[in-house]
């Protein structure tokens, strides 16, 4: 992706507001499927996994958001 140098800060300020939350849920994550048998891991817990992915979704989008409600960078070419 051809980015401008604007878009490279707000790509770095996004990535970088990504690191704990992204972290935090790929925790919860591996926990979850350490703790499910073979048998458990399709079914229920493919839901969970969904889950906590569009969590990751949300958050990414809600970065996103704010930084740009407080003027952090104007992305447009």
Do not use: N, W
């Not at 980015?3 to 770095?12: D, G, H, I, S, V």
């Not at 919860?28 to 499910?36: G, Q, V």
């Not at 458990?40 to 969904?50: A, D, Y």
């Amino acid at each position: 992706m051809d980015l401008t140098p604007a878009q490279k800060a707000e790509a770095e300020r996004l990535f970088q507001a990504f690191q704990g939350p992204f972290l935090d849920e790929a925790r919860r994550l591996a926990e979850l499927l350490a703790s499910k048998p073979d048998a458990q891991l399709l079914g229920k817990t493919e839901f969970e996994v969904r889950d906590a992915v569009h969590r990751l979704g949300a958050t990414a989008l809600q970065a996103a958001l704010e930084g740009r409600k407080k003027g952090a960078t104007d992305t447009r070419v």
